[in-house]
């Protein structure tokens, strides 16, 4: 099987990194100052099993339950643990009937998916997004190889890597059509005009996924969370391992909630950042496409260079983007959104880069 593969952390400070998204602003000065009090003699302790501080504090923000919320050691934790939970190995499987072991997801969208498929011997069922990452209409109607009994489901939204958001009322329907668990993966939610968060409570087997990550500023400390209807919560939390989530982390998330304010004012910055790149990239003649995320998806213009050529013409400039060799979106850089300067940066060497002629 494959590997994740993980986008670079070099160690240089120097570089500009706009490779795995995060977020460009520090976390608020209370929730480093929560996290620098919580360091000291109170390490030898477990920490919370369940993170119930900061579940309570989950389940007030979304109006639910606490017994609706699972927290998880980043929401990759999560996935594999619903992967776990809801899906058959194929190899252990006494029956070929039914959809059980199957795990359906679009392509291209969260590459960690078929990962967790392959090391749990799950059968998947890759159905592609149309060439402007939309969903396919046929999907909405149960063909184009999307199939309504399966074990799992998964959907990022806004997607990534495309950047795209789908209406609410697309996904109700796919969710009215599929039988099985379905995960709406929210990474970048925090950047998009809207989000899913209603659907929770209008189905039986929909879950909503979350993560302090990319808008909150905490990727180092690893917490994201499920809100979901709570006997599948109830299920995950059977068989997740003991302190799941670590102590500081828990701390860092909770302490966040109480600064919000604080990073919608990030999130509004970055985005007003997103639509001043992409401007910026489409005046040297890139193809941008619409994003409602942190990052955006920009193909050099024709007869420039290959794109692959173009990270690495960036990378030798300090710039890391990522590129991802896979079909549908070999074409494209994917470019994280950064501070003002370093997008200035970036915005400056693609114009250079464009003077000296065609890429080798
Ligand atoms: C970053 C990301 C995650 C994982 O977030 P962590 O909480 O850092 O594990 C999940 N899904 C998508 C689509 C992401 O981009």
Same mark, same amino acid.
Request: with cysteine; aromatic share 8%.
């Given at each position: 099987?494959?590997?994740?593969?993980?986008?670079?952390?070099?160690?240089?400070?120097?570089?500009?990194?706009?490779?795995?998204?995060?977020?460009?602003?520090?976390?608020?000065?209370?929730?480093?100052?929560? +996290?620098? #009090?919580?360091?000291?003699?109170?390490?030898?302790?477990?920490?919370?099993?369940?993170?119930?501080?900061?579940?309570?504090?989950?389940?007030?923000?979304?109006?639910?339950?606490?017994?609706?919320?699972?927290?998880? =050691?980043?929401?990759?934790?999560?996935?594999?643990?619903?992967?776990?939970?809801?899906?058959?190995?194929?190899?252990?499987?006494?029956?070929?009937?039914?959809?059980?072991?199957?795990?359906?997801?679009?392509?291209?969208?969260?590459?960690?998916?078929?990962?967790?498929?392959?090391?749990?011997?799950?059968?998947?069922?890759?159905?592609?997004?149309?060439?402007?990452?939309?969903?396919?209409?046929?999907?909405?109607?149960?063909?184009?190889? %999307?199939?309504?009994?399966?074990?799992?489901?998964?959907?990022?939204?806004?997607?990534?890597?495309?950047?795209?958001?789908?209406?609410?009322?697309?996904?109700?329907?796919?969710?009215?059509?599929?039988?099985?668990?379905?995960?709406?993966?929210?990474?970048?939610?925090?950047?998009?005009? %809207?989000?899913?968060?209603?659907? +929770?409570?209008?189905?039986?087997?929909?879950?909503?996924?979350?993560?302090?990550?990319?808008?909150?500023?905490?990727?180092?400390?690893?917490?994201?969370?499920?809100?979901?209807? #709570?006997?599948?919560?109830?299920?995950?939390?059977?068989?997740?391992?003991?302190?799941?989530?670590?102590?500081?982390?828990?701390?860092?998330?909770?302490?966040?909630?109480? #600064?919000?304010?604080?990073?919608?004012? =990030?999130?509004?910055?970055?985005?007003?950042?997103?639509?001043?790149?992409?401007?910026?990239?489409?005046?040297?003649?890139?193809?941008?496409?619409?994003?409602?995320?942190?990052?955006?998806?920009?193909?050099?213009?024709?007869?420039?260079?290959?794109? #692959?050529? %173009?990270?690495?013409?960036?990378?030798?400039?300090?710039?890391? +983007?990522?590129?991802?060799?896979?079909?549908?979106?070999?074409?494209?850089?994917?470019?994280?959104?950064?501070?003002?300067?370093?997008?200035?940066?970036?915005?400056?060497?693609?114009?250079?880069?464009?003077?000296?002629?065609?890429?080798?």
């Amino acid at each position: 099987m494959e590997a994740y593969t993980p986008g670079e952390q070099p160690d240089d400070p120097n570089l500009i990194k706009l490779n795995t998204n995060e977020n460009p602003y520090e976390p608020a000065p209370r929730v480093l100052k929560a +996290v620098r #009090e919580a360091v000291g003699e109170r390490l030898r302790l477990y920490p919370h099993p369940t993170a119930d501080p900061l579940r309570r504090k989950l389940a007030a923000l979304h109006g639910c339950s606490l017994d609706q919320i699972i927290v998880g =050691n980043g929401m990759d934790e999560l996935l594999a643990l619903a992967t776990r939970a809801f899906v058959e190995p194929e190899i252990h499987s006494t029956t070929r009937r039914s959809g059980r072991q199957i795990i359906q997801y679009f392509t291209p969208s969260y590459s960690l998916y078929p990962v967790l498929a392959a090391i749990h011997g799950a059968r998947v069922n890759e159905v592609p997004l149309n060439t402007d990452f939309s969903i396919p209409r046929q999907a909405l109607i149960k063909t184009a190889g %999307w199939k309504s009994e399966v074990a799992l489901t998964y959907i990022t939204t806004p997607n990534a890597p495309g950047g795209q958001i789908y209406r609410n009322e697309d996904l109700r329907r796919l969710c009215k059509n599929t039988k099985g668990v379905i995960i709406l993966d929210e990474a970048y939610a925090d950047f998009a005009p %809207w989000n899913t968060m209603p659907l +929770v409570k209008e189905f039986h087997h929909v879950i909503v996924a979350r993560t302090f990550s990319k808008a909150y500023s905490l990727c180092c400390q690893r917490i994201g969370y499920f809100v979901g209807p #709570e006997p599948l919560i109830t299920a995950l939390h059977k068989i997740c391992d003991s302190y799941n989530v670590n102590g500081l982390g828990q701390v860092a998330a909770a302490a966040t909630l109480d #600064e919000l304010p604080y990073y919608r004012e =990030n999130i509004q910055r970055i985005i007003q950042e997103r639509d001043r790149l992409t401007a910026c990239l489409r005046q040297y003649k890139f193809n941008v496409l619409p994003s409602a995320t942190n990052f955006i998806l920009a193909a050099p213009p024709v007869g420039s260079g290959i794109t #692959e050529s %173009w990270f690495e013409h960036l990378h030798e400039r300090g710039i890391l +983007v990522r590129w991802f060799p896979h079909s549908a979106i070999r074409r494209f850089l994917r470019i994280t959104i950064g501070r003002p300067k370093q997008n200035r940066i970036l915005g400056t060497t693609v114009g250079e880069l464009l003077k000296s002629g065609p890429l080798p």
